[in-house]
């Protein structure tokens, strides 16, 4: 599992790092204001659509589904992964169609701007030139499905780089050519080129899962005989995914429109940086928990369908453990040097200082939650492995139910200046109790976590890590105290000490404290370098 996690941590690593130089970009053409709200409320749509249709089905249903078609069916599974992507590939295209025409609703649902305002305005005909992409986006995520279920899991981390390249080149292009950050004065030319560019890069992702899928033996046959498309299973089970992915996206609405009004309020302080905030906060996650989970899904899907609770429950321990030995480290150092990552990245162009330190304040309290949500993740997979997609709903629910509750509790008792944060806050307090709720299930369901073992080495692994802590916390004091804010430069000098040789530092002190999962990804990172 390490070995396949560290493939698919590669390729989410540079896909992250393009996608950071794609926000860096983003930043610098369109800023976080008015311009950058409406680009970025166009853009969070296909995802929350695919979310609701596809993407929440696919880890739940749909790989569990053709996992058990390879074993069982005589044909390995061939015919049946042809009708699915048949299928999508129709369902998605006429979802596609349909969001086209109907994104006047859709920018009026997700956020608070008046219609006929300018920023509605921009936004809807963004959304128009970016909803398209569902079609490609969806296929795509199929495709990958097909390849994961085949132990194939480079494709899908890398085939996203492309994708960032091709919306870097964009959104440079924009920021050459185009009317910059004033929304006011932006063309339709110009909207054309943020939306047209950012749908080519999905157009091209899609496109390399499709040779992939090709070049891994699957020669795509279209079939329409949905009969044999195991439908109903699929809606018996998907029902409860989709009604979960339904409860998370209530909340993300929720989000969204509290995220809009705060920026009416305060320039700056709206959509953008909150999705600049969360898509930082999902990198770790990204890189390590998405590999980690890809790499376990399967295999716990195998072990419960053959009935082995002790492999399941070994699967999710080492599971965990291993995504927290880098998580554990990485959310302290978000907590202390949010802003010194954020400055270098953003604070350009039509971005300030100000509104970059802004971000990384947001990237602390989401610091909070990095543990927290791996967890719950990792949790779920275990349900979803044992074909259960309904009990994933209830904890969803309740979560939800608590996230909603108290980002609108913050949302009145702070100033809008900070509203924001108060919805990262809300988000980790979450996220942290449907963990404890999803953990007792979960337990229930395999006879027991190990919740000692798992409790004992993250005690190691906190243990280890303070030291981490302790020198950013100085790194950020001396610079702060003895130099002038935190600039460009200022910066980069705490993120070299702070986040460099404070992550090695943490991987010598666990290294001396053996910790097994720091062991083994250091000795596998020794050996590749020695080759």
């Not at 699915?84 to 998605?92: C, K, S």
């Not at 950012?198 to 699957?218: E, P, Y």
Request: hydrophobic share 55%; glycine share 10%; aromatic share 8%.
């Amino acid at each position: 599992m390490l070995r396949a996690s560290a493939i698919m941590a590669a390729g989410t690593m540079v896909s992250r790092v393009t996608g950071f130089v794609r926000t860096m970009v983003l930043a610098y053409a369109i800023g976080t204001a008015a311009l950058g709200d409406a680009y970025n409320a166009a853009y969070a749509i296909p995802y929350s659509i695919l979310d609701l249709l596809l993407l929440g089905v696919l880890s739940s249903v749909v790989v569990p589904m053709i996992v058990r078609a390879q074993q069982n069916d005589a044909d390995g599974g061939r015919a049946y992964e042809q009708r699915l992507l048949t299928l999508a590939t129709v369902g998605l295209v006429l979802v596609a169609a349909v969001a086209v025409l109907a994104a006047p609703l859709l920018i009026d649902l997700y956020t608070d701007w008046d219609r006929g305002s300018t920023k509605f305005e921009v936004s809807v005909m963004l959304a128009r030139f970016i909803l398209p992409q569902l079609a490609f986006f969806g296929v795509g995520a199929v495709a990958g499905a097909i390849l994961n279920t085949r132990d194939r899991y480079g494709a899908p981390m890398w085939a996203p780089v492309l994708n960032n390249l091709v919306v870097i080149g964009v959104f440079v292009m924009y920021a050459v050519v185009g009317t910059g950050n004033d929304i006011e004065r932006v063309t339709d030319s110009d909207l054309a080129l943020l939306g047209l560019g950012t749908t080519a890069g999905i157009v091209a992702q899609a496109l390399v899962l499709i040779v992939a899928l090709r070049r891994a033996g699957f020669s795509f046959v279209p079939r329409f005989d949905v009969r044999n498309a195991r439908l109903g299973e699929m809606v018996k089970v998907g029902v409860w995914t989709i009604g979960y992915v339904i409860v998370t996206q209530l909340g993300f609405v929720l989000t969204t429109n509290l995220a809009s009004s705060a920026g009416n309020v305060v320039a700056g302080h709206g959509i953008t940086p909150y999705t600049l905030a969360f898509q930082l906060f999902q990198l770790p996650y990204g890189v390590i928990g998405v590999s980690v989970i890809t790499a376990m899904l399967p295999r716990m899907s195998r072990a419960v369908a053959e009935g082995r609770l002790d492999d399941v429950r070994g699967e999710f321990g080492s599971s965990v453990r291993l995504v927290c030995s880098m998580m554990v480290p990485v959310s302290l150092l978000l907590m202390v040097i949010g802003p010194a990552i954020t400055v270098p990245i953003y604070a350009r162009g039509a971005t300030s200082v100000a509104d970059a330190v802004y971000i990384g304040n947001v990237l602390q309290v989401y610091g909070l939650a990095l543990v927290p949500f791996a967890i719950f993740q990792l949790l779920l997979r275990v349900f979803y492995s044992f074909g259960d997609t309904r009990t994933p709903v209830f904890i969803g629910a309740g979560t939800t139910a608590v996230n909603a509750g108290l980002m609108v509790l913050f949302y009145v008792l702070l100033p809008p200046a900070y509203a924001v944060m108060g919805l990262a806050l809300a988000y980790a307090i979450a996220y942290a109790l449907g963990a404890v709720l999803a953990w007792i299930l979960a337990s229930r369901r395999v006879q027991g976590l190990g919740g000692w073992a798992v409790g004992m080495a993250m005690t190691r692994m906190y243990l280890a890590a303070l030291p981490t802590a302790v020198l950013a916390l100085a790194s950020v004091w001396v610079v702060t105290e003895t130099l002038d804010g935190l600039g460009f430069l200022n910066s980069v000098i705490v993120l070299a000490v702070g986040g460099g040789l404070g992550m090695l530092l943490y991987l010598g002190v666990a290294h001396r404290m053996r910790i097994p999962e720091v062991n083994s990804i250091v000795g596998m990172v020794a050996r590749r370098v020695g080759r």
